[in-house]
């Protein structure tokens, strides 16, 4: 790519937890040598927001998430906490998600863990793959990861799942004919209209926007960029976007978990 | 029959709007990347060009800068500055480059502005839908025409 015009600061939150937004591409990155979180592509005023949980607007989606950790619903008169105790025993978690479950026999995302044990285990009603209950849930779980590295799986049964969301990442879609790589590999750095391009990365994810003032969860994303091409769209929650979301994942593979990051 | 025919074909063009001389996207000749012959059969209105670098249907400056067009704010970087394509290239070469940029860059990011098939999940605009069938161009073929017109100006 031309030129990364990502900015050289450091982001260190609560002025504890060390964030590693820079550093060098995983192995499997073809075009790439140095990865960046999306925060190096904001403004000074946008990246401050992150930088204490008290400025951070994403943290009260958070908080209202922790309500419900604690909270009963379902049949079987259990919340998050009768089985899994404090929210802080998901460290790690987040940083290896999506990643392949045994059990299903496919890759599964933190959305859909989540919705699992609500159906399965609390006989409760799912949450909306992209609603705010569990985007904030998603936040949470995040939340407790920050600071460690993403390090999904690629490989064993994941292989396949991982190559067919390369596939679509490099799929022209559209009137516009562009994929992800065209903004995100071969166009970042620079400006398309008013916007910086980042490296379309998801270690920030749930990431709050300035924009339209809430959390979105990564496929909401992956949605607006796509229908940006003027394209047919994939649904949150589909095999497709589960599959683009390991894989851009895995592109950011070295990078700290971030979420609840703040964006514009 | 034939005058039936016709006539049928004539109404199809009247309600389109679109006149009888203008080439179709499927029937524009290509050649080096070029298109040697007007596609509305028409001249270009500069004028009307420059309108259609901004947001909207051409959005140009989402990719490019151009210098005499310093009121727009927020010029994008993804193609090449734009000052001086009018000495760069032909009348010819620039119908090419904006009707289909794809022919005389291969692979390249700029979108086809007058090309109606051959999209990989076509959407109804930007509202995620699909789209049944072939979409209307990017720029009609008159709108083509006025945005040459406008960049055969663009000399240094």
New interface residues.
Partial sequence: SAFADADTDKLVINGEIDIITTTVAPAHLENVDTIYSGWHFRSDETQAFQMDDFDNPGMIGVEKASENWDTVDGSEGKSCASCHGEAESMAGVRAVYPKYNEEKGKVTTLAMEVNNCRTERMGAEKWKYTGGTMTDMVALISSVSRGMPVNVAIDGPAQSTWEQGKELYY????????SCA?CHE??YG?????DHLSQGQINGFPTYRLKNTKLNSAHARF?GC????????YNPGSDEFIALELYVASRGNGLSVEGPSVRN | MKILAISAALTAVLATGVAADTVVPSDVVYEDGAVAMSLSGKAGDAAAGEKIMNKGAGNCIACHQITSLDYLAFQGEIGPALDGAGDRWSEAELRGIVANAKVMFEGTMMPSFYRTEGFYRLGDAYTGKAHPGNPEPLLTAQQVEDVVAYLTTLTE
């Fill in positions: 799929a022209r879609t559209g009137q516009l004919e562009l065209n071969d166009s620079m400006m398309i209209r008013a949605k796509v229908r940006d091409t003027r394209a047919e769209t």
